[in-house]
């Protein structure tokens, strides 16, 4: 059953707290994604890797972190440096090629909210 | 203005009625497009890509005009199981760039 898994499907933190989320795919995807989507409003990129082991950063990285030590696990960490981080997170992954973009192929997202 | 724009809707239309979506981008470079198909509080799920003038699938076709920067959705013979979140999705050569989206409410 090949796919994208995130988990947990919702997460509750208090502020000042890091938190990982995970996501794994087994659809031997060269690239993965890191994107948060807030309402009303487009997905935005936080991170992007294309091979094991480098990664780059997107959009809106601050406050973010990743690691990329596996071809298919690529797991963020949402630091207490992170301003505003209640929203959707959503990871995608797909076929790779250096700086060709390939349609994506979503997991089914985890809700974090911090209070 | 915006990378990528969407009229957000929401389009409310009968079941069986055709409806059509624009979408238009800023980056006259842009290389390739995407609809996504995204239900309530769910992941986006790939409807079609357009890497030329267009793309026909079923009921839906996506054409793409590179002149005029915009790509539209057509659906005809509206399902109730149609009612969405389409997201216009650009490859700017960069990254993909994400449109907000378009609601689409079909009613019986």
């Known amino acids: 059953d090949g796919g994208i898994t995130q988990s947990p499907k919702y997460l509750f933190r208090k502020e000042g707290q890091n938190v990982t989320l995970s996501c794994e795919q087994n659809l031997n995807h060269d690239a993965m994604y890191w994107y948060r989507q807030d309402p009303g409003q487009g997905l935005r990129l936080i991170y992007y890797s294309q091979i094991v082991n480098d990664f780059q950063k997107g959009d809106i990285a601050e406050g973010y972190s990743v690691s990329r030590e596996k071809k298919e696990s690529f797991p963020l960490t949402v630091t207490s440096a992170q301003k505003n981080p209640t929203a959707f997170y959503l990871c995608?992954?797909?076929?790779?090629?250096?700086?060709?973009?390939?349609?994506?192929?979503f997991g089914p997202g985890t809700r974090l909210t911090v209070t | 203005r915006k990378e990528v724009e969407q009229d957000p809707g929401p389009f409310n239309v009968p079941e069986g009625a055709t409806v059509a979506f624009n979408c238009t981008y800023s980056n006259s470079a842009s290389q390739s497009f995407f609809w996504y198909r995204q239900d309530c509080r769910k992941e986006p799920k790939l409807l079609m890509s357009?890497?030329?003038s267009g793309n026909e699938d079923g009921r839906f076709t996506a054409q793409l005009n590179r002149a005029s920067q915009y790509i539209s959705l057509l659906i005809r013979d509206s399902k109730l199981s149609d009612s969405a979140t389409y997201l216009c999705?650009?490859?700017?050569?960069?990254?993909?760039?994400f449109g907000a989206g378009t609601i689409l409410r079909v009613k019986s």
């Open positions: 357009v890497y030329s």
């Open positions: 999705v650009v490859n700017d050569g960069n990254k993909l760039v």
């Open positions: 995608a992954s797909s076929m790779g090629h250096e700086r060709v973009w390939y349609e994506q192929y």
